[in-house]
Structures are given as structure tokens and as C-alpha cells.
């Protein structure tokens, strides 16, 4: 944030003090001008590779953060050399300028240095919402990570997100691997985690995570779910987030008591993961498939497909845990904070059916303070009936109260619910808006003890 207020002050000085100058020397200045765009997109340039001004992060929100004013000063720049090299021409060839001299305009001089701030302070606004304040957690593990990017195509099945009738369903998945010093693959084979993100995440929503597993000898499958991710790459073509779905999620999430009723809400969830399931299914499938071919990237035959785990953040962890009901191929699941779908038999007119059977692998629940507080009000004032979480977190209320010797619930004290995610991290303030108020525990500390959670109950039940 002192980057941003700094940059924005010397643009205001710099405007205002040049204006002063113009109206003194009754001259715009525009040789000066144009030197000075040259001279500003340069050291722009320079400030980038230098934290914390560097716009290169793992989330979309790098580049937003200070993209929009290195366009902008790109492109004056650009405009300042055409000016100095004609300048320039003209001077060695002897020419006047071609065009006629203007009478100077105090009013004119004084609206450039206005405009320019305004423009500026708008460019500015991503930076002011994406402030570079915490930093990743360094993975611990004694491997360097590397990634590369697939997008698997699903020809028998028709993407439900998208208003063209017929389109094969992709699903992306960058693959996170372990390397050595020299960035060589390694020997061997490794267990992978599958990963799904949130109902507005993207598939690097918990990169810190990833990192620190594959630092530790794992492989990581981060989904994309296109339409439901911000922003997804689908064979180097960027998809942004289905409007329909945000529209209609945003309007479910901040609905009134009386808006909708508990089986419409269950239907339309279930209806978002079951695209979660078919992708998760999909790509495990595909992923095997790949590691047994011979012609693909060697990364693949890095896979372990014997010990394959799940883990998925608030949706995505509830089609995780269904897509482990499901399979037979799978070793451990943990799921931070998603409704436990798979636990329910059946939901009918607001009748809750639970299963008879436990969650039949490892399971670790991770909790922050948006559902983990409420439970204990549940618990100490009525005994913990799971009915009070009604179909969407009753099954999560039963493994806290009375946990398989399978189930591990954990509660990540002072962590809002997008706080299980790198989000804060990387921008506090949208966290605070999308959470409904900032958390209290440090992004950074936080997310390291959760990365050290996740690996422990790994190295427990998949290594």
C-alpha cells in the first residue's frame, strides 16, 4: 500500500509542478514532456523488479494489481518517443515543424494536470485493492517446484456453462511436480493430491499449499472449473466466470430468511457440484490414463495412481468428499470447509436423510471462525442437534460432535472462511468485502500452520 500512495503522490507533484511550470513560462513544455514519459515508463520498469512493486504473482490479481498503469505508461511513452524522433528528424534535416505553434492556455495546461492525476489515481485503484502486504509462506520441504498446464477435453459430455449448445466440456489443470536444484525431474514415483477450488476461486486459490506438499515429495492436480472459476485457462484461452452462475450464486448467498426455500437451495447446490464431480472424475480419469502412455510428458509417469488424495475448499470440498464416496481409487480426503454432501442419503421437502455409514477414508476437516463459532453455539445451547445446520452443514455438526476415529477436524482460529485460501494474502480487502469482515490472524502465519496440518495428515495417510 506505501508503494501505491507513493506512486500516486510523485504522479500529483509531478502533474501539479509541471502545470505551475507551463503557466509561468506560458509554454507546454512538450519536448520536456515527452522526456519525461520516457524516463518515467523506464524507471516504472526498473520499480517491477523490485519488491514490493513486482506485478508478477501466482494470481490473476498480479497483473491487475499494476498492469492498467504499465499500459498507460507504456503507451505514453511510446507517444513521447514518436514526438522526440520527430523531433529529432526535423532538427537534422533542417525543417521547421510542420505544425503551426498554438497560443498557450493556462486552462489547458491546468486540464492536462488534472486529467492525468484523476486517470492515474483510477489505474492506481487495483493496486489500492490488491495491496502487496503478506507474502506466500516458504515452502519447507527440500524440493523446488515446478508446474505445467494441461486442458483436458471431455468430448462425451456437453459443457453445461456455456451458451453454445454442443461445446465438449474442458477442463484445465495445472500440475505442480518436484524437481531438484537444477530443475530436473525426479526419479521415482510420488503420491498426488487433486484439488478443487471454492465457488469463486481459481485453480491456484491455494498455490502456498500446493507448494508446500510438492517441496515434500507430492504431486499436485490444481481443477479449474471453468464458468465457476474467476478466471480459467482453457487452452491458452482465457474464461472468465459464467455471469448466470456468479448472478445466480451471489443472489443465493446473500439471500433473506424466507427468499428461497431449503429444497431450492439444496437443488441449485447440488446442481453446481455435480459439474464439480463429473470434472473431478474426468480429469483423475484422464490423468491415469496419461501416466500408462508412453508418448506424454514424463511428468505423468512421476504419478503414483496408487495413492491418490482429494482436497478441496468450501465447494469443492463437498464434490471432493462425493467423488470419494464414489471411487475405490482413492486414499484421503481433506476438505476445508465444504458442506459434507456425501454424508447425506437423500433431502426431500426439507426432510434430512443422513447416511448409515461413516465416511469410509481419512477425512480432515478444516474449520476457520465462520462455521466453527457457530457450531459451538449449537453444541452448548441445544446439545449439538445436527438438524440446527439443517441439510448443508448437519453432517459437518456430526463429525464434530462425535468424530470417527477416521474424521480430524481442525479449527483455524482467527481465519475467515476465504482465509483457508491464499486470498488474504494476496488481497485483505476483498477477503474482508467477500467474508463480510477481515479476519484476525496474520494471512501468512495462518496459511503455514494450515500447509502444515494438510502435509502432516498426508504424510499420515497417502505418502
Known amino acids: 500500500m506505501t508503494a501505491t500512495w507513493t506512486i500516486l503522490a510523485i504522479a500529483i507533484i509531478f502533474e501539479v509542478g509541471f502545470a505551475i511550470w507551463c503557466v509561468h513560462t506560458r509554454d507546454m513544455h512538450w519536448r520536456a514532456r515527452s522526456y519525461f514519459r520516457v524516463m518515467f515508463c523506464f524507471l516504472f520498469i526498473v520499480a517491477m523488479l523490485i519488491p514490493p512493486l513486482h506485478f508478477v504473482s501466482p494470481l490473476p490479481f498480479g497483473f491487475i494489481q499494476w498492469g492498467p498503469l504499465f499500459i498507460y505508461l507504456f503507451i505514453m511513452a511510446i507517444n513521447g518517443c514518436i514526438r522526440l524522433i520527430h523531433w529529432l528528424w526535423t532538427s537534422l534535416h533542417n525543417r521547421p515543424e510542420h505544425k503551426p505553434p498554438r497560443f498557450f492556455r493556462r486552462s489547458r495546461a491546468i486540464g492536462k494536470a488534472a486529467t492525468h492525476s484523476v486517470l492515474i489515481f483510477i489505474l492506481l485503484l487495483p493496486a489500492f485493492a490488491f495491496p502487496p502486504v503478506y507474502k506466500l509462506p516458504e515452502p519447507t520441504g527440500g524440493y523446488d ?9 471431455d468430448s462425451e459430455r456437453s459443457d453445461p456453462l456455456t451458451p453454445v449448445v454442443g461445446v465438449a466440456r474442458q477442463v484445465p489443470v495445472d500440475i505442480y511436480y518436484p524437481v531438484d536444484a537444477r530443475g530436473n525431474a525426479l526419479d521415482g514415483t510420488f503420491p498426488v493430491v487433486f484439488y478443487s477450488h471454492g465457488a469463486i476461486g481459481s485453480g491456484d486459490s491455494n498455490r502456498s499449499t500446493y507448494e508446500e506438499l510438492v517441496s515434500n515429495g507430492y504431486i ?12 480459467a485457462n482453457a487452452e491458452g484461452r482465457m474464461v472468465f466466470i459464467n455471469l448466470s452462475y456468479l448472478n445466480d450464486y451471489l443472489v443465493l448467498s446473500n439471500a433473506v430468511d424466507g427468499q428461497f426455500t431449503d429444497q431450492e437451495v439444496y437443488d441449485q447446490m447440488m446442481v453446481w457440484v455435480n459439474v464439480r464431480v463429473d470434472d473431478i472424475n474426468f480429469a483423475i480419469n484422464s490423468i491415469k490414463s496419461m501416466t500408462a502412455d ?11 495412481t496408487e495413492r491418490i488424495g482429494l482436497m478441496g475448499h468450501s465447494i469443492g470440498g463437498s464434490a471432493m468428499t ?50 466453527w463459532v457457530p457450531f459451538q453455539v449449537d453444541i452448548n445451547t441445544d446439545g449439538g442437534e445436527q438438524a440446527k445446520q439443517g441439510f ?14 477416521n474424521v480430524q477436524n481442525v479449527y483455524m482460529e482467527g481465519a475467515r472462511h476465504l482465509g483457508l485460501t491464499d486470498l488474504p494474502i494476496y488481497t485483505p480487502f476483498f477477503e474482508s468485502v467477500l467474508d463480510g469482515e477481515p479476519q484476525s490472524a496474520n494471512p501468512t502465519t495462518s496459511m503455514a500452520a494450515e500447509n502444515q496440518i494438510i502435509l502432516e495428515f498426508f504424510q499420515n495417510n497417502l505418502a
Open 145 to 153: 517446484v515446478q508446474s505445467i498446464h494441461v486442458t483436458l477435453l
Open 392 to 405: 448443508k452443514y448437519g453432517a459437518n455438526l456430526r463429525y464434530v460432535l462425535n468424530p470417527p476415529a
Open 294 to 304: 508412453a508418448a506424454t510428458d514424463p511428468v505423468f509417469r512421476m504419478i503414483d
Open 220 to 231: 499436485v492436480c490444481a481443477i479449474s472449473h471453468p464458468g465457476h472459476s474467476l478466471l
Open 322 to 371: 462425493i467423488v470419494a464416496r464414489q471411487r475405490g481409487d482413492i486414499t484421503a480426503v481433506v476438505n476445508l470447509e465444504g458442506p459434507l454432501f456425501s454424508e447425506l442419503a437423500s433431502y426431500t421437502d426439507g426432510n434430512v436423510s443422513w447416511r448409515s455409514d461413516n465416511f469410509p477414508l481419512p477425512l480432515l476437516n478444516i474449520y476457520s471462525d465462520q462455521l
